[in-house]
């Protein structure tokens, strides 16, 4: 009996370290296959924005790219620091959420600032009535 207990114990030990083995292949899975670089100064939208060097300039550059560059593996969209300026509604639909199962994830720069602005300044008014 003591034996029985013993092996059961070992095939239960045995069955959580080989249930933890699909875990570790799916997290690297959702580690990103392609990072594509995003920078609102010194981007151009006609790189290929998959270096730092070759960033593109805007949000819609890096969507449509990381939409195609997605049926192949997850994909990171870094934004380097400054201003995006917006000067439509930028929309995210299913195209834009990855392909055969993998996914497109954005994010700053790690310690950098990005704003996404869709405001427009207004420079030549004056106030009429300070009171209200």
């Not at 990381?66 to 639909?93: P, W």
């Not at 392909?99 to 700053?108: L, P, S």
Request: net charge negative; charged share 20%.
């Amino acid at each position: 009996m003591k034996k029985f207990k013993r092996l059961i114990s070992l095939l239960l030990v045995l069955c959580m370290v080989l249930s933890v083995v699909p875990a570790m292949n799916i997290a690297s899975a959702a580690e990103a296959n392609a990072d594509l670089w995003v920078d609102p100064v010194n981007g151009n939208d006609t790189n290929d924005g998959t270096t730092e060097q070759t960033a593109l300039k805007t949000i819609d550059a890096a969507k449509t790219k990381a939409a195609a560059l997605s049926a192949n593996g997850n994909v990171v969209v870094i934004l380097k620091a400054g201003t995006y300026d917006a000067t439509e509604t930028i929309q995210f639909g299913a195209a834009e959420s990855g392909k055969n199962g993998n996914t497109i994830t954005y994010r700053a720069e790690a310690g950098e600032t990005v704003l996404i602005s869709g405001g427009e300044q207004l420079d030549g008014w004056t106030l009429h009535d300070a009171a209200h």
